[in-house]
């Protein structure tokens, strides 16, 4: 039985977490199916835009009990290879071409904060939940780590990877964890309307845009920063797209890339 749904309509790909039963949680196999869902959608040239949504009343609680249990008596070659998948699956999302939102309609523990985090934009209902509640058990949140501490910053990760405290949908918005806080009703809405933004766009444009942000962030502004802004606006302002995107805004018209309406 699969763990997750995909769908593509109009340019939006939504791909579903389907373990409500269990708070959406993590096994190998939901970390498998993840990652080929997200690799298998990044090259779509009918995909512009990715959904990343969860059924039930949770976003996902991070590693199921059962996963749990035989993680216990791994070996730490067993160990090894069992993060490997989980650190390759975020790596997949966060590298994935395609411009990611994650619909953030209830709580996100642990390896779902991961989730929340490995995606480019986030919005979450007001009775969204969050915790990194890995100390509570004698673990940390390493391969989640890189993701979570570059959306909220170190200075609150200090606090809530050593607390492991639940902060509501308001602190997420506040350190910059989320982009927006909608009521549960306004949700889809407000995740229609930043897909349709996305979709809109030049999509040449929107993926050099995310690799862009992914190359400057936390690097030196020095020689070779610069020469490397320089030459990815030449190459961009060179592009067909680029070309269309100008010629598009200086003639008034709408650019070729737009859906039909």
């Known amino acids: 039985m699969a763990m997750l749904t995909t769908t593509v309509q109009d340019f939006v790909a939504t791909v579903t977490l389907a373990r409500p039963d269990v708070r959406n949680a993590f096994n190998d196999e939901l970390v498998a199916e993840l990652t080929q869902a997200f690799a298998a959608l990044g090259p779509r ?12 009343k949770a976003f996902c609680a991070g590693a199921d009990l059962g996963w749990m249990r035989r993680m216990a008596d791994y070996t730490r070659a067993e160990n090894l290879a069992d993060a490997g998948k989980l650190a390759e699956m975020l790596r997949v999302l966060y590298a994935c071409p395609k411009p990611t939102i994650a619909r953030v309609q209830g709580d996100a523990y ?3 904060t991961g989730l929340v985090a490995a995606c480019d934009i986030a919005v979450a209902s007001d009775t969204a939940g969050f915790c990194l509640s890995e100390v509570r058990l004698g673990l940390i949140p390493a391969t989640i780590s ?7 910053g170190p200075r609150a990760a200090h606090r809530y ?4 405290e639940r902060f509501d949908a308001a602190e997420a918005l506040r350190i910059g964890f989320v982009h927006a806080v909608v ?3 306004a949700l889809d809405a407000r995740v229609a309307e930043l897909a349709q933004a996305l979709v ?10 995310k690799q862009l942000v992914q190359d400057v962030a936390g690097r030196a502004i020095d020689a070779a920063l610069i020469q490397a802004t320089v030459e990815g606006i030449a190459d961009i302002r060179a592009s067909a797209e680029g070309r269309e995107g100008v010629q598009s ?3 008034k018209r709408a ?4 859906p039909p309406r």
């Open 45 to 56: 040239e009918d995909v512009r835009c990715i959904v990343l949504a969860a059924q039930g």
């Open 110 to 112: 642990a390896g779902g």
């Open 146 to 152: 890189p993701y979570v501490v570059r959306a909220m």
């Open 161 to 164: 990877f050593l607390t492991a």
């Open 183 to 185: 009521p549960a009703a």
């Open 200 to 209: 809109h766009a030049g999509p040449a444009a929107v993926q050099a845009c």
């Open 249 to 251: 805004f200086l003639n």
């Open 255 to 258: 650019p070729a890339w737009l």
